[in-house]
């Protein structure tokens, strides 16, 4: 292994941050050992704190209709060619009814930004799933909303808030999104989020369009200084409707790299296995739980919805990606070391 890489490899994990710089190199020169090294470390840290626990989440896509138009996206509100939906509060409900028998302790609200998904409206169904379960977590992923919205969701019960950045860097953010979205926007949600309380998550896609080395090496950066409690990584893939249609896909390849580095700047973080990250390749969500990660989220969505929130070209819905096939999931995590766990999977802290 070249000797720079190995100096940066040990000062990682001697203090679990490097320099932009450092991390853009720990990325462009790294090689299979460095990334051997860096899974052994990444998965002993795992151990010591979360022992082989993988906790799950069940996730409900609860709309695909969406104001916002980023390029990658297949919800984007051009996108024309998709059958839009809205699950109402009882369908989301019984959904979680569904997934409590099944063993979920936490349930995922995530969609394309939407009105219709109000303040009082969200606020309601929080109340009512925290008051029917009430050893469950609530997570939401909803998008950018105010700071009092942010409030009246967590008053309401939410305890757990997703929000990708996407990217932290200004230059690659306007490759992405039209111009009125904006990172500051995204960057100022996340602190919201977190100064309001919520166990908050951002993340980004790995080999999304135009995106180098530093790019990636900024995201680290951010990740290390904002601290977040989860981080979502899974390889971008096109999505036929889109401006990106013609581009590549991320690879497994480099996403578990990411994964063991994000566990060893935060050995307490929960970082999911992605849908992405098992759609690009058979066998990518195991390879993911190896290179550290301990969450999945299989799809607790009603069946009839499952195709239409195509946020990329075949996104899996089934098999171990769906919550009925819990059996599955467990048999292949066990047959990899690991155990599912039925719980609501809070951060260690
Ligand atoms: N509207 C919500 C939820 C978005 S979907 C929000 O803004 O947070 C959740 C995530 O899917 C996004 O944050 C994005 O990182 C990811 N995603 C979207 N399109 C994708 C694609 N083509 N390939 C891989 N991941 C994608």
Do not use: W
């Amino acid at each position: 292994m070249n000797n720079e890489l190995r100096v940066i490899i040990n000062k990682l994990i001697k203090n679990h941050s490097l320099t932009v710089d450092e991390y853009e190199k720990l990325i462009s020169l790294r090689c299979e050992e460095a990334a051997e090294i860096l899974k052994a470390e990444a998965v002993n840290l795992r151990k010591k704190i979360y022992g082989n626990k993988v906790f799950i989440r069940g996730l409900i896509e609860v709309g695909n209709i969406c104001k916002n138009d980023c390029y990658y996206c297949g919800i984007r509100k051009s996108n024309k060619s998709c059958e839009r939906y809205r699950l109402t509060g009882d369908e989301i409900l019984a959904c979680c009814e569904n997934g409590y028998q099944l063993g979920f302790r936490t349930f995922v609200l995530q969609g394309g930004e939407d009105a219709y998904f109000s303040d009082d409206f969200l606020s309601d169904i929080i109340k009512s799933v925290k008051k029917r379960y009430p050893d469950c977590a609530v997570t939401l992923s909803l998008g950018e909303r105010s700071r009092e919205s942010y409030e009246r969701l967590f008053n309401a019960g939410a305890d757990r808030y997703l929000l990708r950045h996407e990217t932290a860097d200004e230059e690659h953010y306007r490759k992405l999104h039209p111009e009125i979205l904006s990172l500051k926007n995204r960057i100022a949600c996340l602190e919201n989020l977190k100064e309001i309380g919520y166990q908050v998550g951002c993340g980004f896609m790995v080999g999304s369009p135009c995106q180098t080395a530093k790019n990636i090496a900024k995201d680290l950066k951010f990740i290390e200084e904002f601290k977040p409690d989860m981080c979502g990584i899974g390889p971008f893939i096109p999505h036929k409707d889109t401006p990106f249609r013609d581009e590549k896909s991320g690879t497994v390849e480099l996403t578990c790299y990411l994964l063991s580095v994000i566990r060893i700047i935060h050995p307490n973080i929960l970082l999911p296995s992605t849908t992405a990250l098992g759609t690009v390749e058979d066998g990518g969500r195991e390879k993911g739980i190896l290179a550290s990660a301990n969450v999945v989220m299989p799809n607790l969505s009603p069946v009839m919805v499952r195709s239409k929130y195509l946020l990329y070209n075949n996104k899996l819905n089934t098999g171990a990606e769906s919550a009925e096939k819990l059996q599955q999931l467990k048999k292949i995590i066990s047959d990899i070391g690991y155990e599912v766990v039925c719980d609501r999977g809070d951060v260690i802290k």
